[in-house]
């Protein structure tokens, strides 16, 4: 009998030790940015977010772990034909977040599969209205649109769509070729008006400095012919003014006869230089010759000590 009192004392601390173990395990610790479905009986019953949660044994379970951080899905290339027959593939990003966990975990069967199935048809509805070259120019414009439709279509579901992108766009490979030539041809064109451009400029700009140049020697040679005219005019003022004070100091001296016979008889000796082919001789040659005469005896005497010979030719004739 203590035999098997014994073991029914131990089985019965096993069970205590089994119960206390589940009740521990009915503790649910929710990490930040985390929730938890609970369902009670089987029914929606509320959704625990961070912190420290109890379940009631044997009645509520968990029924879905949901990640409330912003979620990447990177979806393969899908065959999208344009509004002009070609055939290209496309593959996008979608971020997205959840925002109700109940309508998460109960709105829709595989929500991403889901999401990855609209994502696919919305693409081909919008790139089916655009052609070639719009589909690879419109990228933000089919963003856009992919993300307000999506957002709309997947708000029962519980999901938010932040953001679309299209990874990739891949045409035909001969539509890649064209496109590439296309792009060359391009390309020169551009090179060739940047050259005809450049030339251009270079002529005009040659064109202004001759210009210039012109214009800067013809102010030049103006300044200089006015700087020639205004040195002679004022060459020929003071040869006037020298002239008027040589006349003004002959004045001063009251010149007599003979200091003019000497002047006539220099002019005379200069127009007699042999250059001249007409000498007209003055009627008062012989007293010129007379006035040499005695200018002669007067620079022969040593007791001039200087004095000018037309001063001692005004005296003699005063004399």
């Known amino acids: 009998m203590r035999f098997v009192g ?4 131990i089985i019965f601390l096993l069970l205590i030790v089994l119960l206390l173990v589940y009740l521990f395990t009915r503790i649910k610790i929710v990490q930040q940015a985390s929730c938890l479905v609970v369902q009670r009986l089987g029914n929606f019953n509320r959704v625990c977010y961070s912190g420290i949660h109890f379940l009631l044994p044997f ?3 968990v029924y879905a772990r949901l990640s409330l951080k912003e979620q990447v899905i990177d979806f393969p290339p899908q065959p999208v034909i344009t509004k002009d027959n070609v055939t290209i593939q496309i593959d996008t990003v979608i971020f997205f977040q959840i925002t109700d966990p109940k309508q998460y975990a109960y709105g829709v069967n595989n929500p991403l599969l889901a999401l990855e199935n609209l994502t696919a048809t919305t693409l081909r509805n919008i790139i089916g209205d655009l052609e070639l070259d719009e589909s690879l120019t419109s990228r933000d414009t089919i963003n856009t649109r992919m993300r307000i439709i999506l957002d709309e279509a997947s708000d029962p579901w519980g999901v938010k769509v932040n953001r679309v992108e ?3 766009i891949v045409p035909p490979i001969d539509i890649q070729q064209a496109m590439e030539k296309q792009m060359r041809a391009e390309r ?3 090179e060739a008006i940047l050259l005809a451009e450049g030339q251009k400029q270079a002529a005009i700009t040659k064109a202004e400095g001759d210009k210039e140049s012109i214009v800067l020697r013809a102010e030049a040679y ?3 012919q006015i700087k020639h005219a205004q040195g002679d005019a004022e060459a020929i003022r003071l040869i006037n003014e020298a002239t008027a004070q040589g006349l003004s100091y002959i004045k001063k001296v009251d010149v007599n006869q ?8 220099e002019t005379f000796q200069k127009v007699a230089d042999g250059k001249a082919t007409k000498i007209i001789i ?3 040659i012989q007293n010129m010759a007379g006035l040499v005469t005695s200018l002669s005896e007067l620079v022969k005497d040593d007791k001039i000590n200087g004095e000018d010979a037309k001063s001692i030719v005004a005296k003699e004739n005063n004399i």
């Open 188 to 190: 020169e064109k551009r």
């Open 59 to 61: 009645i509520e379970s």
């Open 222 to 224: 103006k300044e200089q």
């Open 6 to 9: 014994g073991i029914g004392l």
């Open 282 to 284: 003055p009627s008062d």
């Open 258 to 265: 003979s200091v003019i016979n000497i002047k006539s008889l």
């Open 166 to 168: 299209l990874k990739n």
